[in-house]
């Protein structure tokens, strides 16, 4: 089964989507997966057609033990792709992150910064002013040995400890970030509880500060079924990069009831119905994600992942 084609006028004509089930839908994992099934995760969403795929962190090994093997395995991608394993991006907090990015010659890095005082606590152990602090060597260093940044901010809806959070703060987090260097700005709806008013409202805020829609992506979880009506408020914005999880995997274990992103499979379904490009696989995909839901014994989420293979079986 394939959708049916309705083009919505205004819409841009093609997005990118930014792949990050190795690294967001992996490091919420209960159970240890072995560094060859996520190398062969990262392989089969390149051969699916994922133009971006973020395949770990160079986080504290006890903050995410299940990211620990991210030298190996980026070691291992790198011996066995070259070049192709090193424009995979990675999330990198600090100095000590960068050295291990540097290390393998990777070119993407990735920061993560928080919007709000609660979660920069909980996620990055400092305060959000002070998050700066530990951001700005890093991210020197990295431009000056030619990489691109990426830079997320989480928690730029809601947040489970302090409630509604301003949309003025996240653009002045945002701004900082750009500041430092980042070239992308990854807007992430942590807990999953934007709706669609609202991003409208930040991605228009963003562009009253003269950061304009080509500047963003947008990264949603899907915790309250909104992720797909806010990626179409995306859409009639402006915003042309979307992050996504394949199967639908994913969530922060330093956020109270944060879960799996947006999957991949859901986007590809929308976007196809509306004759945007994307240029990924989604019979590929599914595919995958079913690899992956045996690996981890139990079922995707991801309702077109679950429809597809169904189909599939009939
Ligand atoms: P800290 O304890 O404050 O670090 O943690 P520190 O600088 O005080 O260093 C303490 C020790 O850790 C030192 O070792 C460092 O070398 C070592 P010692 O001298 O004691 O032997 N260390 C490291 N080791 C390996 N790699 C590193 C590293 N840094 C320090 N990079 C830190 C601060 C930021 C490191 C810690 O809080 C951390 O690792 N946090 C990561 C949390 C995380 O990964 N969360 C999930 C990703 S964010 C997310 O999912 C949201 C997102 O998807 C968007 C959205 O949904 O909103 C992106
Ligand atoms: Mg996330």
């Known amino acids: 089964m394939l959708p049916m084609v309705w083009p919505e006028p205004g819409l841009p004509e093609q997005v990118t989507i ?99 005082e609660s979660f920069a606590q909980r996620n990055l152990n400092r305060g959000l002013e002070s998050q700066f602090e530990m951001f700005a060597p890093m991210l020197d260093r990295a431009l000056e040995a030619g990489m691109d940044v990426r830079g997320y901010v989480s928690m730029c809806f809601g947040d489970p400890w302090e409630g509604a959070v301003d949309v003025a703060q996240v653009v002045e987090v945002g701004q900082r970030l750009l500041d430092l260097g980042a070239t992308q700005l990854s807007l992430g709806d942590t807990i999953g509880v934007g709706t669609a008013g609202h991003v409208r409202a930040l991605v228009g805020a963003f562009d009253d500060a003269g950061i304009g829609p080509e500047r963003l992506a947008l990264h949603f979880h899907d915790t309250y079924g909104q992720a797909l009506t806010n990626v179409h408020a995306g859409l009639q914005a402006g915003v042309t990069t979307y992050d996504a999880s394949a199967g639908g995997l994913g969530g922060c274990p330093y956020a109270k009831s944060a879960t799996g992103n947006l999957a991949t499979e859901d986007l590809v379904w929308f976007l196809d119905g509306l004759g945007i490009r994307h240029g990924l696989d989604l019979s590929a995909l599914v595919e995958t994600s079913g690899w992956m839901a045996e690996q981890l014994g139990r079922p995707s989420p991801s309702a077109v992942v679950r429809a597809l293979a169904h189909d599939a079986t009939e």
């Open 18 to 116: 930014y792949e990050v089930g190795a690294r967001d839908g992996l490091q919420n994992e209960q159970a240890q997966i072995p560094t060859p099934t996520k190398a062969e995760f990262v392989r089969r969403l390149l051969a699916a057609g994922a133009p971006a795929v973020e395949a770990t962190s160079f986080v504290h090994p006890k903050w995410v033990p299940q990211l620990a093997d991210a030298a190996e395995l980026m070691t291992g991608l790198v011996d066995e792709l070259g070049d192709r394993a090193r424009e995979l991006p990675v999330l990198v907090p600090n100095d000590r992150g960068l050295d291990r990015a540097l290390d393998l010659g990777l070119r993407h890095v990735a920061v993560f910064a928080s919007a709000t």
